[in-house]
């Protein structure tokens, strides 16, 4: 097994709860109106620091999506997932996007962070 790579971001982050790897800058979050089975979730547009499961369909408050588990590279610990496809048209925006589970990440400098965005349609998967 080869040596582990970690990037370091610069400025306000958001990191992995159980290892502190850095996952997201704050610049990079989109909306913090989604839900999952843990409570809150975020959407961002590009994170770090993690690997992608394998793909599949999951039914979702707004629909049906394709979606990938994410896993932080350092401690394995799955943070989130990955929009791959959205089988609806008002979904399409999601796709290639991240949630980040906000159970499962804490704030790099303990702050909280505010997010000046309209209202967006929640997911979380349908149980």
């Known amino acids: 097994m080869g040596r582990l790579y970690l990037i370091q971001l610069d400025g306000r982050v958001y990191s992995c709860k ?3 790897s850095h996952l997201a800058q704050c610049d990079e979050l ?3 109106s989604f839900h999952c089975r843990h409570g809150k979730a975020y959407l961002f547009n590009t994170v770090v620091n993690v690997s992608l ?3 599949e369909d999951r039914l979702m408050t707004t629909g049906k999506h394709t979606v990938a588990d994410i896993c932080c590279n350092s401690c ?3 943070v989130g997932w990955k929009y791959e496809l ?3 048209k008002s979904q399409k ?3 290639g996007k991240f949630i980040l589970e906000r159970a499962k990440m804490i704030d790099g400098d303990g702050a909280s962070f505010y997010l000046d ?3 967006v349609d929640s997911d979380a998967d349908n149980e």
Do not use: D, L, T
């Open 53 to 55: 499961g394998p793909q």
């Open 18 to 20: 159980y290892c502190r």
């Open 117 to 119: 965005a309209h209202e």
């Open 76 to 78: 394995q610990q799955v």
């Open 93 to 95: 925006y999601k796709e």
């Open 86 to 88: 959205a089988f609806e």
């Open 30 to 32: 989109v909306s913090k």
